[in-house]
Each structure stands twice: as C-alpha cells, then as structure tokens.
C-alpha cells in the first residue's frame, strides 16, 4: 500500500530490554513525526524529522529514548532500558512538507507492552 | 498543560442526525487545526483541516468551524451514519512548528 507502515505491530519485551520500533513513511514525504500514545489519551509528539535532520526532539520524555532517518527515509525508535511507563501506542506520521496545510498522515502503530 | 482540549469524552447520536463534536485551546498561537478520525487498532486519519485565517471549512458530510475569539472549534457531521462511529481527535499546530498537539479524543457512536 501508499500508506505509513511500522512495524512490528505489537511488542512485548521485559522491563530491561532494549526495544527498536520502524517506521516507512510514505515515499516522497519529506517530514517525519514519532508520537506516543497512552490508553485513553491522545498522541502526544516526541519527536520531528526533516529528512535525515532531527530538527525537534523536545517531547523525548528520557535520554532512554533516540530516534534516527539516517537517509532521510525510514525511520527507527530505539527505546534503551526499557520501564513499564514506556508501554504505550507509538505512531509515526509523514507529511510532503512540514509546514502550511499539509496534514500528518499515521500509520497503524507499534504497541509496545513491557512486562 | 492540556492546551487542546476535548470535554466530551463520549457522544451518542441517532442514524440522520447530526453529529457536533467540540474541542477547544488555550494557545493563541495555534494557527491550523485539524481532526482526525481513529478506529480501534489503527492510525489516525485524516479527516478536515481549517487555517485560522477562516472561520469555516466544509468537506462532503464535514464542517468544521473555528471561533477564534473563543478559542473553540467544532465538527458537524451531517447526516451522520454508523460507519462514523469512532473517536475524533482535534488537533492543532502553531505555524512552522510542525507538531501537533492533540486533544484527549471523543467517542462518537452512531446508533440505527
């Protein structure tokens, strides 16, 4: 399909472990969102790609987690040492630009659940 | 700080009827507002958007109207059906920055 891809779809990993989510944004997408969200609320931003530039990293709630598009495409979450708070739905969005009225496009999620 | 703000957290509307979902912000630099739409086990979608510089957009059976004085902006969905059954997320941005800031959602259920 045309659309966001992440996987793997579901997570399981021991509080401990160190996790890595991926994401395929939509091909010619320049922009690319991470966002977590925890039951029951909304998504909430963690971090912000413009090709392979990281541009904002300000919603990375710990130095636990880093995120990477070293080639301006696929991008990957890494989650170190990883804590029960870190279960939650994480969503990746892409978008052809980052600004004017180009919206956030989502793809399914990774849910990560940690034991 | 919940800058985007969704009071209802559920909604029950009749198969015809019309569907009004309310959301409202506390930043008066948000400048583009959108709402999604989200069922079970999948991503958001894209549903409508509206720049500050309008006080309405429509979209098919989707309106969404922006009081800026009031910092509220609403959803219609006319005539609703059943398949619009899902939670709607609003969400806004302030300019350039990109990110989104959502609201906590509200479930729509359309009833026959």
């Known amino acids: 399909g045309a659309g966001v891809s992440q996987s793997p779809r579901y997570k399981v990993a021991k509080r401990g472990q160190d996790v890595a989510l991926r994401c395929d944004p939509i091909s010619g997408h320049v922009s690319l969102f991470w966002y977590q969200q925890a039951l029951g609320q909304g998504p909430e931003f963690l971090t912000y790609?413009?090709?392979?530039?990281?541009?904002?990293k300000s919603g990375l709630p710990s130095d636990r987690f880093f995120a990477e598009r070293p080639e301006g495409s696929v991008s990957t979450l890494k989650i170190q040492r990883t804590q029960q708070e870190d279960s939650a739905v994480y969503l990746c969005?892409?978008?052809?630009?980052?600004?004017?009225?180009?919206?956030?496009?989502f793809g399914d999620g990774t849910r990560l659940s940690i034991l | 700080d919940q800058q985007v703000k969704q009071n209802s957290p559920s909604l029950s509307v009749q198969e015809g009827r019309i569907s009004i979902l309310n959301c409202d912000y506390t930043?008066?630099?948000?400048?583009?507002f959108l709402w999604y739409k989200k069922y079970p086990a999948e991503g958001p979608t894209f549903l409508i958007s509206?720049?500050?510089?309008?006080d309405k957009n429509e979209d098919g059976r989707f309106t969404v109207f922006l009081n800026k004085s009031a910092k509220h902006l609403s959803l219609h969905i006319v005539p609703s059906q059943p398949g619009d059954s899902a939670v709607y997320f609003c969400a806004a941005r302030v300019g350039t920055a990109s990110k989104l800031t959502f609201g906590t959602g509200t479930r729509l259920q359309v009833t026959l």
């Open positions: 930043n008066s630099m948000f400048d583009y």
């Open positions: 969005a892409s978008s052809f630009t980052g600004e004017g009225s180009q919206p956030q496009h």
């Open positions: 509206i720049s500050s510089i309008k």
């Open positions: 790609f413009q090709n392979e530039a990281q541009l904002d």
